[in-house]
């Protein structure tokens, strides 16, 4: 912005200017230079509106800066037009008046945005150059959204995000993090960069070489703060094996607590590590074979230990229990949840895992025993143990508290399609009820015999007269996890039922979220149609 030629060195302030106003150019002079023959009057408005444009930008009169280097290409193939406004309208609705949210039985937007942003990456286009803006205020101010929004948008958005600061998150989470920064380089940012920068860097080199990665974090380990350290050590689950062990076997003798724990964690998910045979070592002492009765009267016996050495602390074993916890026996669970599941085969006789955990439990010991060996088996991504120890989705649940068993954990370990079979006899068994956490370890969209599952109970809850409010956050989830394809088949749900047996209003309420769910199916199928089109 330049200045007009009424504009002199001094600059009047915007006081001066209304007082002058006020008084009139006869009463008080006005605090500007006319031009030669310039009415003062009209020196004075010029200068008026100048200041207003001034303060409105918010800006002072500045010379003109050098332009920005010119916006990276993007190779990549353009959104289809039908997608390109689909994105548009999803963005729109993300900025709406008083935010969005559900009206009706219309569908919500801001739900359907992070697995439209999934669906169109997976197709690997790039979004539209006007767009660029709207996707990087949605990702800054939903965090869940900036993977997949920066994806999308490309080094364009990078090339944006340095022209605004309030888009600097997208330097930190994904500059950083590229894979194409020269070694050189990446050192230089490493030892240079901010933390959430650096732990971007780290987290882009593990998954692309993992050694690299780790070779880096070595660089400046005995430097970093105890914090950092721990978030770093976090970098290091994503594809562990052994050769991370000499690393983790020092960072067991870290000064933190946590960083110790969670190099031990790291390693005991690694059987053939040398602290998971150390482990193994230590609980065989505490686990055995009861043999004193006949083959039908076999038993475990369990013998916790004494106390817990130093030795057993530098393997990540802590030795203060929690409050209201045995020390003996939260010594005992951590040494069995460390140790290779491998290793109670030959200890205990038994063939499989689903032998060992029907084995008997001698002096009450069996919730102990049997909740480390479900954390093992999560640890270890053991489907075998897994798959044992959940037992069958048509057994009664627990009380809540009362059980060893945590089923949404043990099911993460067992494949997608199993895991669905699973939550669907459940779900047929016990209802939704107790299910919600258990749905949201299943791959989506869910697969046909968990999504009529689900269907189906909502549709007998509705019969039965239950309180609609109930069941809003498992309708939510199915928006957004059933096929599309079921659509049709729910279409007959959509009608108010008779009122006499339900609460007042909950017909109306039904009615309105199965046509809520009928119609955010079928956006998601056109959506689909959409990025698919050529």
């Known amino acids: 912005m330049t200045t007009t030629p009424c504009a002199t060195a001094h600059t009047p302030a915007w006081d001066e200017l209304v007082a002058a106003a006020l008084l009139g150019t006869e009463r008080r002079t006005p605090p500007v230079q006319p031009r030669p023959g310039q009415d003062p009057a009209a020196a004075l408005l010029d200068e008026a509106a100048l200041r207003t444009v001034q303060r409105r930008a918010a800006l002072l009169p500045a010379a003109a800066g050098a332009r920005p280097e010119a916006a990276p290409d993007d190779p990549r193939p353009p959104l289809p037009p039908a997608a390109a406004r689909r994105l548009a309208l999803l963005l729109a609705d993300r900025a709406g008046p008083g935010g969005a949210g559900r009206q009706g039985s219309a569908p919500d937007l801001t739900e359907l945005l992070p697995q439209w942003l999934t669906a169109a990456n997976g197709h690997g286009y790039r979004a539209p150059a006007p767009l660029l803006p709207g996707l990087l205020d949605a990702a800054r101010a939903r965090s869940d959204l900036r993977a997949e929004a920066l994806a999308l948008a490309g080094p364009r958005a990078l090339w944006l995000a340095r022209l605004n600061p309030q888009w600097a998150y997208a330097l930190r989470g994904t500059a950083a993090g590229s894979a194409a920064l020269p070694s050189a380089a990446g050192e230089q940012f490493w030892h240079e960069g901010l933390f959430a920068e650096r732990a971007a860097l780290l987290a882009s080199l593990r998954r692309g070489d993992p050694a690299a990665a780790r070779e880096l974090l070595a660089t400046t380990w005995a430097e970093e703060r105890a914090e950092d350290r721990l978030m770093f050590l976090d ?110 085969y030959e200890r205990l006789g038994v063939t499989g895992a689903a032998e060992a955990v029907a084995l008997p439990v001698a002096d009450g010991w069996q919730p102990d025993l049997h909740a480390a060996w479900c954390r093992a088996a999560v640890r270890q991504r053991d489907a075998a143990w897994a798959r044992a120890l959940l037992g069958p989705a048509t057994a009664p649940p627990a009380p809540e508290g009362g059980t060893w068993r945590d089923p949404a954990k043990l099911l993460s370990a067992l494949p997608p399609a199993e895991r669905a079979v699973w939550v669907a006899d459940f779900i047929a068994a016990h209802g939704l009820s107790d299910a919600f956490r258990l749905l949201g370890v299943c791959a989506v969209p869910w697969a046909e015999p968990l999504g009529r599952a689900v269907v189906d109970a909502l549709d007998i809850a509705r019969d039965a007269g239950s309180y609609p409010w109930s069941f809003s956050g498992v309708m939510g989830m199915a928006e957004r996890c059933l096929d599309p394809a079921e659509a049709g088949r729910l279409e007959v749900l959509t009608s108010v039922p008779d009122e006499e047996s339900a609460p007042p209003g909950a017909s109306g309420y039904w009615a309105e979220a199965f046509r809520r769910l009928v119609g955010t199916l079928r956006l998601r199928g056109v959506m689909r149609e959409e990025l698919g089109a050529p």
Do not use: H, Y
């Open 235 to 344: 970098t290091l689950r994503e594809g562990v094996s052994l050769a991370d062990e000499p690393f983790l076997e020092q960072a067991l003798s870290d000064r933190s607590r946590n960083v110790r724990a969670l190099a031990a964690e790291l390693l005991s998910a690694l059987p053939g590590s040398a602290l998971a045979a150390r482990m193994a070592e230590r609980a065989r002492a505490c686990v055995s074979l009861d043999l004193t009765g006949t083959r039908e009267d076999r038993r475990i016996a369990v013998e916790a230990p004494p106390e817990c050495d130093s030795a057993m602390q530098r393997d990540g074993v802590a030795a203060k229990p929690p409050s209201g916890r045995g020390e003996r026996s939260w010594w005992l669970t951590q040494l069995v949840e460390a140790a290779p599941l491998a290793t109670w």
